[in-house]
């Protein structure tokens, strides 16, 4: 069974469970872009509850291009932000100092399309989390997947919808879960400065 997704930005917890159970994914890169979608925001855990880090795009959230096709708008230093938030939300969690400075490389490249920034942060992820599956991009979008061989989740995993999926994996303690209890279906990089590399 090969695991058909979309590329989300550092997404959930969720969807990197998930992506272990495979051995194969294949990457939509020909599906429109969604609106009100993780592939260019991300959740995380800070002082005051949840923080949404959100990538600008050239022509804003409503436009009309295939994913692969989705330019970053730049001028506003974005990285440098969502850098400065990362810090501030994990700099004393037990994991942040162990992945820090491999991160803070990441962010300092520029990259001109959303697909590319996802793709390279995917496989940060997976290179972090010891992940194994072999990840490839379709060559063409398919409407529908043979459910037999495919398991398409594509647009599976929506801020709209991620709250109502139950997290099958045990708590972990999290940086401010004293002062905002324990929050589930955060991005992946809070389990990693959290808890470390185990899903």
């Not at 020909?30 to 009100?36: S, V």
């Not at 600008?56 to 692969?68: D, M, Y």
């Not at 942060?121 to 063409?140: A, H, Y």
Request: glycine share 4%.
């Amino acid at each position: 069974m090969i695991l058909v997704t979309d590329l989300q930005y550092f997404s959930s917890i969720i969807y990197y469970k998930e992506l272990s159970k495979f051995s194969y994914c294949l990457l939509d890169q020909y599906d429109y872009h969604r609106k009100m979608s993780f592939r260019n925001r991300c959740t995380l855990s800070g002082a005051n509850g949840t923080v949404n880090l959100s990538i600008p795009l050239l022509g804003g959230r409503n436009q009309k291009s295939i994913a692969k096709e989705v330019k970053i708008e730049n001028k506003d230093k974005w990285q440098a932000r969502h850098w400065k938030t990362i810090v501030s939300c994990y700099n004393k969690s037990p994991w942040f100092d162990h992945y820090r400075d491999d991160l803070n490389v990441l962010y300092s490249k520029n990259y001109d399309y959303l697909f590319e920034w996802n793709i390279a942060c995917m496989k940060w992820v997976c290179d972090k989390m010891s992940l194994k599956t072999v990840i490839s991009l379709n060559e063409s979008y398919t409407k529908t997947y043979d459910p037999t061989a495919f398991d398409d989740q594509r647009n599976r995993y929506l801020p709209a919808t991620i709250s109502k999926i139950t997290l099958s994996a045990d708590r972990y303690p999290q940086v401010f879960e004293e002062r905002s209890g324990f929050i589930p279906n955060l991005s992946i990089l809070d389990k990693l400065f959290c808890a470390g590399n185990i899903l």
